[in-house]
């Protein structure tokens, strides 16, 4: 019998290898480097400082990264609910297993499966100042400033231009799963209903939103996520700028907390950017925790 | 009846032409000459020097190489190595089976960049910076496709591999005679999901590319942008070249990229 459970776990033993040197270990070597400060890049595994929670205070007590929590927050309170309404428009739209209606719902999902970063890259020519598309279109409405340097160099339009671009990406992705839990709901409900009189909006309100309510907790809580994890579409849009003066210091007005992150790794501020990592998983796990708690009241 | 559905597909055409319409401009855009390339217009003359530049003078036919190594081979290991451990936690027996299945799923809470620093320094100790090795091995586990083949496995009955046992069949051979042949639909899927995963994976190539001939397709992107902000049509020409394998693979293989993804989020 030891024999052959042994022999099971070979079928396991690639994988798990791969799993504890590349993702196990990382995660808790990350941790320890969370309390050291890095003196020589040359042997990293050696030439360590104790620093004990300095580089968390660093972190904490840092305006930049205060605001780009802020910012975060921001993209994902606004993405977010967006996403969720078109998602969800667009599978009620689409109801029915029409063979039109399926190809709708693949065409509005291609865009999900792309890089990010390069679609990022492709909506700049559609935010560019002065030649580009969409300030061209809107010409007559938008002040001249605004028209000189297009959406993205805006401190008051890029974050709203970059929100725009993902949540068009992404709106395939909500609205297949949408569908898929619509189709969940029993026809009887929605005929007992009908017949109580309850019509429109106030159906939906009522009954159809309260019974997809899980695909909406799923969109939340990785929404949450991919708010503090977003980098590479900031990269390829805005380079988490255009700067913006706050509380008496230079800040990027996109530069969200994956970004922030980014910039420690960047310029091997290895210690910092460990406890940088910790602190963004420990936030994200506390709001998605509290919203799942709200939720179920 | 009739006035609501044309009112229905109106709005969503609309919605679909405003998702849509970026790549039919990056595709517009990267077919007109350089000096015209921000008009609002249709080009005169449809051009393919953009591509040419591109792909030669700026070397991206090298970098499309290098994607297709690094995303064919990390798909290939990657699902190979998924679809063993699904078999094993599926269909068999081991000490601490639901513990590690469980442990690996947890992984799946933590965002990638915290991984970041760690696995860099690592593969400076294995001295994999700049190689291809450095590029595909670290990420080789791939916890949702495990988890997406486990879940289809444990739907096969345990009677025909019962029955393959009895006729004196190896392990091994039972795994590829019977379960991977069984299997295909979702290993097809974990192997496209694993390969747009790979080709996407920009930021980590970033760092570990070092000299331009081992950069791949988004890091030559990233730096020829840095390098040349206004090139417009050169740098839709680019993106194209980005893009449009992806666009391919998900048209041939819909189905599989859409079921995939989903199923995830629904068993979850």
């Avoid at chain 1, 990022?120 to 300030?135: E, H, K, N």
């Avoid at chain 1, 790794?265 to 708690?293: D, E, K, P």
């Amino acid at each position: 019998m030891g024999k052959s459970s042994f022999r099971n776990f070979l079928f396991v033993l690639p994988f798990t290898l791969i799993f504890f040197v590349f993702l196990l270990f990382p995660f808790f070597y990350a941790l320890y480097l969370s309390f050291f400060k890095v003196t020589d890049l040359s042997n990293i595994f050696a030439n360590l400082r104790f620093v004990g929670l300095r580089n968390y205070l660093y972190v904490l007590k840092d305006k930049e990264f205060l605001y780009s929590v802020w910012l975060s927050l921001k993209y994902g309170l606004m993405l977010i609910p967006l996403n969720i309404f078109l998602s969800i428009t667009l599978a009620l739209l689409l109801k029915g297993d029409l063979k039109i209606n399926r190809l709708y719902r693949t065409l509005f999902f291609m865009p999900f499966v792309l890089d990010a970063f390069v679609v990022g890259v492709v909506w700049t020519i559609m935010y560019a100042g002065r030649y580009g598309l969409l300030v061209n279109l809107l010409k007559p409405m938008l002040p001249a400033s605004l028209y000189n340097t297009g959406f993205l160099g805006n401190p008051n339009t890029a974050m709203l231009a970059v929100v725009v671009a993902i949540c068009l990406k992404n709106i395939g992705f909500g609205t297949v799963l949408y569908t898929a839990a619509l189709n969940n709901i029993s026809p009887d409900i929605e005929d007992a209903a009908k017949i109580d009189g309850a019509s429109g909006l106030k159906k939906f309100f009522k009954i159809t939103f309260p019974l997809v309510s899980h695909t909406t907790t799923f969109l939340v809580i990785t929404g949450i996520i991919g708010a503090f994890s977003a980098f590479s579409e900031f990269f390829a849009m805005t380079g988490g700028g255009p700067i913006v003066y706050k509380w008496g210091v230079p800040l990027g007005a996109t530069k969200v907390s994956g970004y922030y992150l980014y910039n420690h790794i960047a310029n091997l501020r290895l210690g910092i950017a460990s406890a940088t990592s910790f602190l963004l998983l420990i936030l994200t796990l506390a709001i998605s925790i509290i919203y799942s708690r709200l939720v179920r009241e | 009846m009739k006035r609501t559905s044309f009112w229905r597909y109106f709005i969503v055409t609309l919605l679909l032409i405003v998702c849509l319409f970026p790549f039919f401009w990056m595709l517009i855009t990267s077919l007109k000459p350089e000096g015209e390339a921000l008009l609002l217009s249709l080009p005169k003359k449809i051009t393919f020097e953009n591509y040419r530049k591109i792909l030669f003078q700026y070397r991206f036919y090298r970098y499309f190489i290098n994607s297709l190594i690094v995303a064919l081979t990390s798909a290939i290991l990657s699902t190979l190595l998924a679809s063993l451990a699904a078999y094993a936690f599926a269909k068999k027996e081991f000490p601490f089976k639901n513990f590690l299945f469980w442990f690996f799923m947890s992984s799946m809470m933590v965002p990638g960049l915290l991984y970041v620093i760690p696995q860099f320094l690592i593969v400076y100790q294995f001295r994999w910076i700049n190689r291809y090795e450095g590029m595909i091995v670290p990420h080789l586990a791939n916890v949702f496709g495990m988890f997406l083949i486990t879940q289809f496995l444990k739907d096969l009955p345990d009677s025909l591999l019962e029955s393959a046992r009895i006729d004196g069949a190896s392990e091994l051979k039972i795994f590829t005679k019977i379960v991977v042949p069984l299997a295909l639909p979702i290993i097809a899927t974990v192997f496209l999901l694993n390969f747009q995963f790979h080709w996407a994976n920009f930021l980590w190539q970033l760092l570990i590319a070092q000299t331009e001939s081992m950069y791949t397709v988004p890091v030559g992107l990233a730096m020829f942008k840095s390098a040349h902000e206004e090139a417009y049509a050169l740098k839709m020409a680019a993106s194209t070249v980005s893009l449009l394998p992806i666009m391919v693979l998900f048209f041939i293989a819909q189905r599989y990229f859409i079921e995939g993804i989903t199923q995830g989020a629904v068993k979850e």
